[in-house]
C-alpha cells in the first residue's frame, strides 16, 4: 500500500458517528456519498493507493435471448441482434454473430384479403431495420437466411445454459438456402428504399423462394386443421429464420432491429366484375409470443489477446483485454485491502487506463466502449453478482463506469473510474479474501460491439497500471 500526501482542502469531517463504531461492525449505511467526504490531514483521515491484480478471462455467460431475472431479454425494444464476421481483429480475434428470430401472422386463423385460389403470390420478403454497424465499415457482408428446424423456446424453466446455447449449426440446413444478400456497409446507413411510394428505414431484405408462398397458401387452404389455425400451430410449422454470415471473411457486425422483423407477402387477386388488386399481408415479430436470439461466438486464436487468457499469473499481466458480453472480462483482487486495519472508508475509486502500447489504428475500427460494468464475484470468478454500490445508491451514475479522457505526457488516453465504496468497506471490515471484482463492457443494446485493452498489474508503466484509490479514517477506540 503506497500513501500519499494530497493539498489539504476544506470539507465535512465525519466526528461523533465514527467512535460509535466498534470492532468491524462498520455500518453499511455509514458509507458517504461524493460531496460528504472528509479532508484529508494524514492524522485521521487518508489517501492512499492499493495495487490490484488482474487477470483477462473469457466471459460466456451473456444471454441473447430467452428470460433473465424473469424478463424475457427478447422482448425488450432496444435490444439489437449482430449479424456479420470480424475474421482477424489483430488483438482480439475473430467473432462470428448470427441472428435467429420468429415471426407470425397478425391474427390466429389467418386468411388472405382474397379467396386463397384466386392468389398470384408475386414476391416475398423478410426485411429486418438496420442501427448501426460496428468495425471497418468501408466493407461489404454476405449474409444467407435458412429456415429454422428447432423451436426458440421460451420456456421460463429453460436454464441458462440451454438458452444460451440453443442454437448450433444443427438448428437449420446449411444446405437449403432460403435467400443471399450482400450488405455494403459503407452505404446501408443512407440506403432507404421505396416501397409503394414510400421510403423507408435502411433495412436488410431477403427475397423468399416461390415455394415458400405456395406452402403458406397450402397452409391457408387447410383451415382449421392448418398452420394458421393457432399461435402455437404457425410456430411449430415454421420454427423461424436463421441469418447467418459468411463466416470466412468480413471486418464488420451490423446491427438490426430484430424486434421489428417483417415478413410481407404482396400479391394479386382477381377482382368481382374483372381487374385485378395488388396488395400485401404482414407477418411480424411479437413479443409476446416469439423469440429472437444471436449466437456470437470468439476465437482468439492468433491474436495478441490469446497469450493474456487465463494465466493465473501470480501478479497478474501486464496488459487486461475487455470485450462487451460475451467475450474478454477481467477478475480483479485487491490482496492488500482484507489485511487492513478496520477503518471507515470514505471514498474509493478503481481507475483503468488505456494502454499507450496498443495499436490505436485498429482501434479507430474497433473502438473502445463507452461504459463498463462492474460485477463482484468469488476466487471462481463464476458466481457474479451486480455490484452492491450501484443498489446501495440505486444510481449507475454513482458507480459511473464511463469512459473519460486524462492527459499523460501530453497525450490523452481513456480512463475508466468505478465508485466501490461500499464494496471495499465491507471486504476490509469481514476480512474477506474470496471477494473479487469483474469488469467488462457494458451492453448498452449491441452485444459483442467495442472491445479495450489496459495496462495489467504486472506492466511496468506505474502512472498506466491499474490501481484503487482510497480515502479512509482511522476508527479512534474508546
Partial sequence: MNTKKTPHFAGIILISFCVLITNWRCKENTILTKNLVPAVDNINTFDTVFNLVTHTIYQDSFLTGGYRSGLQLSSSSTYYTACGTIKSDPSFGKTVASMHVEVLPAVPNFVFKANVDSVMMDSIVLSMPFKMAYGDTNSSA?????????????????????????????????????????VNFDNIAADSPLIAGVRQQPQIRFPLPAWFGDSLKAQVALGSTGAMATYSSFLAWWKGFAIVPDSNTGRTLGYFDSYRTRLTFYYRYNKVGGGQDTVNDVFSYD???????????????????????????????????????????????????????????????????GAPTQNWSDTLNYSPMARLQIFRTDTSGNNDKIAEDYAQFNSSAFVDGKRTNVLINGINYPQYRFTVTYSLQKIISQKDTTFRFKIMGANLGYPAAYRMIFCGSASKQDEFKPRLEMIYTKINKL
Fill in 287 to 353: 413479443p409476446f409470443y416469439c423469440n429472437r436470439f444471436n449466437t456470437i461466438t470468439r476465437d482468439y486464436s492468433g491474436s495478441i489477446s490469446n497469450n493474456f487468457i487465463k494465466t493465473n499469473a501470480l501478479l497478474g499481466d501486464s496488459l487486461m483485454f475487455l470485450q462487451n458480453e460475451p467475450g474478454l472480462a477481467n477478475i480483479i483482487s485487491i490482496p492488500e485491502a482484507a489485511t487492513l486495519a478496520n477503518v471507515i472508508v470514505n471514498k474509493a475509486e478503481l481507475v483503468f487506463t
Fill in 142 to 182: 454476405g449474409l444467407q437466411t435458412f429456415k429454422l428446424y428447432r423451436s426458440i423456446k421460451t420456456d421460463k424453466s429453460l436454464a441458462r445454459d440451454s438458452a444460451q446455447y440453443e442454437f448450433t449449426k444443427d438448428s437449420f440446413d446449411i444446405g437449403n438456402v432460403l435467400s443471399t444478400i450482400n
